[in-house]
């Protein structure tokens, strides 16, 4: 199986600074198709997880452009420009390349 | 508006089975895949498997392949994921998400406990 690797695992921020996050996968996540599998998800407290970013750098409809995704290959990065007071929770990489489908450990933002 | 609303919340016993469903609102069912994801108390989440709702094909994860069923209902726009011989590592919420894991629902708590 794929393994996604994301650091920090904790990661505290002061209200306005930028945050990011890491996502290092065991194999690149190129497809057949020439498109690259990787996925970003929020989960805020007690929520279902909300995709934000699709295909490495696809900001979802409705996402603010504080998100940003970026990498390629085996190695990602989540980037959150300012962060606000609504950005606390767990977010999650995944990759959708290979079969099984695997996810990241996670990632909790919390404001300093 | 696409939402997927899924079943409530469930208390079994050890060995028991357990069958959750999610339903499909506002497009054309048949037109996606829907994945089932598992999330333990605190833990990350866990791909189980996937169906094709057009066609019914299937895949699971080998962790939970022989454990687990994925099958749906095309008249009512609903899919299902049951998972048998329960034991108390099972307790988790089970999430269904639609193919490119754009919508998800609200999730099924389900605990396992004698």
């Known amino acids: 199986d794929v393994v996604m690797t994301q650091s920090p695992l904790s990661l505290p921020v002061t209200l306005g600074q930028p945050a990011s996050i890491s996502c290092r996968s065991s194999q690149s996540l190129v497809y057949s198709d020439g498109n690259t599998y990787l996925t970003w998800f929020q989960q805020r407290p007690g929520q279902s997880p909300r995709r934000l970013i699709h295909?490495?750098?696809n900001r979802d409809s409705g996402v603010p452009d504080r998100f940003s995704g970026s990498g390629s290959g085996t190695d990602f990065t989540l980037k959150i420009s300012r962060v606000e007071a609504g950005d606390v929770g767990v977010y999650y990489c995944m990759q959708g390349a290979h079969w099984p489908i695997t996810f990241g450990q996670g990632t909790r933002l919390e404001i300093k | 508006q696409v939402q997927l609303v899924q079943s409530g919340a469930e208390v079994k016993k050890p060995g028991a089975s357990v069958k959750v469903s999610c339903k499909a609102s506002g497009y054309t069912s048949t037109s996606y895949a829907l994945h089932w994801v598992r999330q333990a108390p605190g833990q990350s989440l866990e791909w189980m498997g996937w169906i094709n709702v057009g066609n019914g094909d299937t895949k699971y994860s080998q962790k939970f392949q022989g454990r687990v069923s994925i099958t749906r209902d095309t008249s009512a726009s609903t899919a299902y994921m049951e998972l048998s011989s329960l034991r108390s590592e099972d307790t988790a919420v089970f999430y269904c998400?639609?193919?490119?894991?754009?919508?998800w629902g609200q999730g099924s708590m389900v605990t396992v406990s004698s």
């Open positions: 295909k490495a750098s």
């Open positions: 998400a639609r193919s490119a894991f754009d919508i």
